[in-house]
């Protein structure tokens, strides 16, 4: 059992930058993928970036460029900096984990949430 919970989310005007944390408890946090998720108002929850136990990584095409995902097992937590902040970037933000979705891919199931961080962009 695995227990996140997300810090960081602000308010920031458009071009800014955040940095959101997300900490994990429970045995075993440094063998599962994890990554981040967002939701934004009336929208499905979106795929964002996820990272491997060996630190690789994998973006979804809005992001890729402008956020960077890392974690530091030893501290059991997982990271994503954003930068160029777009009002399009508004949303909960969602840490997750779970075991790889399938071999040579750095997605993975999500079986374990956070209850999210606000980020809102204003233009």
């Known amino acids: 059992q695995v227990q996140l919970v997300e810090s960081g989310g602000d308010l920031v005007q458009a071009g800014g930058s955040l940095r959101l944390s997300c900490l994990a408890s429970g045995t075993s946090f440094s063998l599962y993928f994890t990554g981040w998720y967002r939701q934004a108002p009336g929208k499905q929850r979106e795929f964002l970036a996820a990272i491997s136990s060996g630190d690789s990584t994998e973006y979804a095409d809005s992001v890729e460029g402008r956020f960077t995902i890392s974690r530091d097992n030893a501290k059991n937590s997982v990271y994503l900096q954003m930068n160029s902040l777009k009002p399009e970037d508004t949303a909960v933000y969602y840490c997750?984990?779970?075991?790889?979705?399938?071999?040579?891919?750095?997605?993975?199931?999500?079986?374990?949430w956070g209850q999210g961080t606000q980020v809102t962009v204003s233009s």
């Open positions: 997750s984990a779970g075991p790889r979705l399938r071999s040579g891919s750095i997605r993975y199931i999500p079986l374990y």
